[in-house]
């Protein structure tokens, strides 16, 4: 597994971190006035053409911008299928959590494949407003940290009032080995009683794994 985590520094600098084979966390922080820092433990060649990878760029409530970018591993981060929801609806989304500093990532892209009960999120290539209302309405955007070393533990979300953006769907698939890329631009709003409010920004690219929890092959229209 491979993933790092960028941050611009000011304040603070974060460094980056990789999972070796054997699930040994490698970890580095590094701080260097007025430069982006990348540990040598991540600084390899770019995603291949069939890895699935993502570049999210955050600018804190502080005005620290952290950017958090690798390659997506499709058993550990991408979740599609049919897991707790009636076959042949589909969802898609993906989580990644960074162990040191602490963070969660997430991204829903709703249902992909979806049935009267449940109605498509994204169904082609376009621009989707954040969805809105419920938590977790999609397509929506989540991420857990801290701001700053000594900062309070945030929950910056895309559903939360207040909050505003869209992803735009470039490429689009619901088979597996299709790919999926995209861009989002907007604003996170953090749930709770502190008011903070992020920016984000950034693409990602995921090739669709096989389906979970879908039984069967289902025919898709």
Known sequence: MRFRLLGTVGAIALGAAACGDDGAVVAAVDAIDGTDVLS????????????????????LPSGVAQTYAGVLVPSQHISFGC???????????????????????????????GDAEHPLTIEDVGLYPWGQGDVNSPPAMKLITKDGSGGPQLTLASWVPGASGTVKILK???????????????????????????SISGEFRLVLPAPEGCGAAQPVE
């Open 172 to 198: 689009w698939s619901i088979e597996e080995g299709g790919v999926v890329e995209g861009e989002l631009l907007g604003t996170l709003k953090n749930e709770g009683r502190i008011d903070a409010t992020a």
């Open 83 to 113: 897991t707790h929801l009636p076959p042949p609806v589909r969802s898609l989304a993906i989580e990644i959590t960074y162990p040191k500093p602490f963070s969660t990532l997430s991204m829903n892209l709703g249902f992909v494949i």
């Open 40 to 59: 040598d433990v991540t600084a390899d060649v770019g995603p291949s053409a069939d890895e699935s990878s993502y570049t999210f760029t955050v600018a």
